[in-house]
């Protein structure tokens, strides 16, 4: 593992970091651009009908409210655009028309069409527990209103204006925050031969981007937790102390254990007390690229960030192998592994481990080197992972090597799963990395949440 903070060397030239910031926004926006335009006449092809004559009212969910602009609408087609500003999940609902929208992550946006409407609609957010915080609301329906008109609540910005800002943000990136997740944790070496991890389960003060300081839920004061590998044959013992306030329990996801180690309360152990401390032990039988996670209340401690990295084996030789002639590398040999891991909800968001643009890590490369990442998805949503250059070649699924390793330059990564991509380097540059999922990526304020980027020099 040698995920790494760029030197400050590299960037404290001025004039070279401006020129990198500005390929960065230009590659960023011609990419994204071209994908916009396709997306637009997608929509215009296979819309719904009701696109020339809907009223679009625009949503806001926060906690723990829905607000509506215009609230009052004439009879007829309805397309409701809703923005998730808060930093919670949440989704919409129209019960009585049995319309609703799947879980919408903190950041992102949907649309809900509610073809014709001629009655008032009462939304609520279906969270359980929401509705009563407050999330619900009603459309008014009135001939009275007038027809088409659709107010907006996002601030007016002049053309320079948003430009301006979308310079500033990215010309902040690699912003420095407090806390680096997933640094890599050596073992200690017990008295039996057996590798020995400590981990301490704790809620800290976190900070995903310059400023936004959050309730994160750390193992080790780390967001994502500290990575850990071992081999093949080691006899592994992962001691887990619990300094939160409820219970917890540690699951070792896509690993090989004994039953008793699979961290299922209450099952296979009971759950793990508040201050109490439980060691996971095993010795490894096949090689894996592993989660490791919380397996209690799990839809809150893992979002909040009770999840790291467990890598049995050598990915990086297996990876070189599996690739063969498909990477352009130099010598046969990849100079990095990383662990690159998406959430989406809980009090972190969206993020790559653990930060959102513009305090996310770059990464450098030279040409001719390789870099093999794991991606992991330990949020609520997949996300399609894009490196601008160079092409990956996809290389192994949830730890298992692949018969047949392919190239592809954006991956699905879905919710629990772990995969394992090559990357040569082949053009010097700086090249975007992010999730292609635009509205994880990119605000009408700048670049935003799961955005990185490849230095290659
Ligand atoms: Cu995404």
């Known amino acids: ?29 011609i990419s994204i651009g071209a994908v916009g335009v396709v997306a637009v006449a997608k929509d215009s092809t296979t819309g719904t009908g009701s696109a020339a004559s809907a009223t679009t009212v625009e949503v806001t969910l926060t906690e723990f409210t829905i607000s509506m602009s215009p609230s009052v609408v004439p009879p007829g087609n309805v397309v409701f655009s809703i923005h998730n500003a808060g930093t919670a999940v949440h989704n919409f609902a ?41 999330m619900k609301a009603v459309l008014k329906v009135s001939t009275d209103a007038t027809p088409g008109v659709t107010e907006t609540t996002m601030p ?15 010309m902040k990136f690699p912003a420095k925050t407090a806390g680096l997740g997933a640094q890599e944790l050596k ?27 959050v309730k994160g839920w750390a193992y080790n004061g780390q967001i994502p937790g500290p990575t850990m590998h071992a081999n093949v044959g080691d006899k592994i013992r992962l001691i887990l102390k619990n300094e939160l306030s409820e219970s917890t329990s540690l699951h ?28 996971y032990e095993w010795t490894a039988k096949e090689p894996a690229v592993g989660m490791y996670h919380s397996h209690h209340n799990a839809q809150v401690q893992i979002p909040n960030g009770l999840a790291g990295a467990f890598i049995i084996g050598d990915y ?13 590398d130099k010598d046969g040999k990849a100079e990095q ?21 513009p305090a996310t890590a770059p990464y450098t490369m030279a040409i001719g080197e390789t870099i093999v990442v794991h991606y992991y998805n330990e949020g609520l949503m997949t996300h399609p992972m894009h ?5 990956g070649v996809v290389v192994a699924k949830d730890g298992k090597m692949l018969d047949s390793p392919y190239m592809s330059d954006t991956i699905a990564v879905a919710p629990g799963e772990r995969w394992t991509v090559a990357y040569t380097a082949t053009d010097p540059g700086v090249w975007a990395w992010h999730c292609h999922i635009l509205t994880h990526a990119e605000t009408p304020t700048g670049m935003k949440y799961m955005v990185t980027a490849v230095i290659v020099k």
């Open 187 to 213: 073992p200690t070496i017990a008295a039996d031969g057996a590798k020995e991890f400590s981990i301490v389960a704790k809620v800290i003060d976190w900070e995903v981007e310059p400023g936004k300081i």
């Open 316 to 328: 990086k030789t297996a990876a070189m192998k599996a690739a063969g002639s498909k990477l352009p």
């Open 94 to 134: 129209a019960t009585d028309l049995s319309k609703r929208t799947a879980d919408i992550p903190s950041g992102a946006h949907v649309l809900l069409d509610m073809g014709n409407v001629s009655d008032d609609v009462n939304v609520i957010c279906e969270i359980p527990g929401h509705q009563d915080s407050g």
């Open 252 to 279: 070792l996801h896509g690993i090989r254990v004994p039953n008793a180690m699979d961290g299922v309360d209450p099952y296979t152990q009971k759950p793990i007390l508040p201050g109490d401390t439980f060691t």
């Open 387 to 391: 490196l601008h250059q160079p092409t």
């Open 1 to 29: 593992m040698s995920e790494k903070r760029l030197g400050n060397q590299f960037f404290e030239s001025g004039n070279f970091l401006f020129s990198l910031m500005m390929l960065v926004i230009v590659v960023m926006v």
């Open 156 to 170: 007016v910005m002049t053309n320079a204006e948003m430009d301006k800002v979308m310079e500033e943000v990215a």
């Open 337 to 357: 592994e990383i662990v690159m891991v998406l959430n989406d909800a809980g009090t972190i968001g969206l993020s790559l481990n653990g930060k959102s643009f």
